[in-house]
């Protein structure tokens, strides 16, 4: 955890600050380990200070490495007038994770406020060996909650029952939540990239989109596989393996260095060229605490990648009126090979 604010005191320099207000629950999570709705943190070169509401003080008083500080309920309005003393000059602050009025709070206090985004979320990007443990148990967790899917079947079952039955499998499983509410989408419902399930039943002879996601110690894992339901018209089949092509090419370009755009054009190039138009969503995102965060991997990112991040890479076809299909594999990117960590099977499965 020290580890952590430590890289964070390493940008205060550049972001032309003595000090850095950190706001968002998540980011106030990843660096101390605390776990609160209402809690600021605040680091400076020396000191690294949580200040929380009577609610959370015992928990906060637990914490290694910190300072804890007892606020009252509204933070901004507390700490506005103690951000001089705790830090010697202008504070950074969470521009995309602070209400306007809260801003307002804080401008009263007197402090200089340094607008930033995307720091401690670049941070978060590179992942350290416990966060990949976590995400690798949260990934093998939803790989069994597949493999029990092809032995439990659809045909007969609405797409909420789907649903119900991966969050069970997942949670009798160990998961402590499921990451996101899971998608399952049957024929049409397929084509659309985010449906929500319904009570739709699953018939014979469609394409059934499944997206599933599992959190272990606040970590998720996001996958997507695409069963049938019997034999397939001929489009459909081919929407498949032109995405299976299209996922590997995305896979088979992971590595350092690769810019998010490049990565999104791979696998966009595969499903251009084989005539299903252009991939209509980004390729992949990167996931750790949250289930979509740094890096982006799509058109006009500019970002690249480096070893230990965790990104998805998940092209689709969405033929409207017809059915969907999208592959989606987790992994980490390494030196040399990405490891994957979603492990059920690519090839078109076809369920009962
Ligand atoms: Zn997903
Ligand atoms: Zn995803």
């Known amino acids: 955890v020290t580890a952590r604010i430590d890289r964070l005191r390493a940008r205060l320099d550049d972001l032309g600050a003595a ?3 950190v706001s ?21 070169p020396e000191r690294a200070v949580v200040s929380t509401d ?38 950074a602050f969470e521009a995309d994770s602070l209400t306007v009025a809260s801003h307002d709070s804080l401008s009263g206090g007197g402090a200089e406020l340094v607008p930033t985004t995307g720091v401690i979320t670049g941070i978060r990007a590179v992942k350290d060996p416990e966060e990949l443990d976590a995400i690798r148990a949260a990934a093998a967790i939803l790989s069994a909650a597949y493999e029990a899917l092809a032995e439990h079947g659809l045909v007969g079952h609405t797409e909420l029952e789907i ?7 997942m949670r009798e499983a160990g998961a402590e939540a499921a990451a996101f509410d899971a998608i399952v989408g049957v024929g049409p419902h397929g084509a659309v990239p985010h449906h929500h399930p319904d009570d739709t039943q699953i018939g014979p002879n469609e394409l059934v ?36 092509e299209a996922q590997q090419a995305g896979l088979d370009a992971v ?24 991939l209509s969503h980004g390729l992949g995102h990167g996931l750790g605490l949250d289930v979509h965060e740094l890096p982006v991997l799509r058109e006009g990112v500019d970002m690249t990648l480096e070893p230990r991040n965790v990104v998805t890479i998940e092209p689709g076809i969405y033929l409207a009126g017809k059915g969907g299909v999208r592959i989606e594999d987790l992994v980490i990117v390494t030196d040399s090979e990405p490891e994957i960590l979603t492990t059920f099977t690519k090839d078109l499965v076809t369920l009962g």
């Open 209 to 244: 989109v499944v997206d599933a996601g599992a959190r272990v110690h606040g970590y998720n894992s996001d996958c997507t596989r695409t069963f049938a339901t019997g034999p397939l018209p001929e489009e459909l089949e081919r929407a498949y393996a032109v995405t299976k």
């Open 54 to 91: 009577f609610r959370y003080l015992e928990a906060a008083r637990a914490l290694e490495g910190v300072e804890v500080l007892e606020s009252e309920r509204d933070m901004a309005g507390w700490i506005a007038p103690r951000l001089s003393e705790l830090a010697d000059g202008p504070v």
């Open 163 to 169: 649903v119900w039955f991966l969050e069970k499998t």
């Open 19 to 21: 000090g850095f207000l």
């Open 255 to 278: 590595r350092p260095g690769l810019n998010g755009k490049d990565a999104h054009e791979t696998a966009a190039q595969v499903i251009r060229d084989a005539g299903f138009g252009e």
């Open 24 to 44: 968002n629950p998540t980011n106030v999570r990843y660096l101390t380990g605390f776990q609160s709705s209402n809690a600021y943190l605040v680091v400076t």
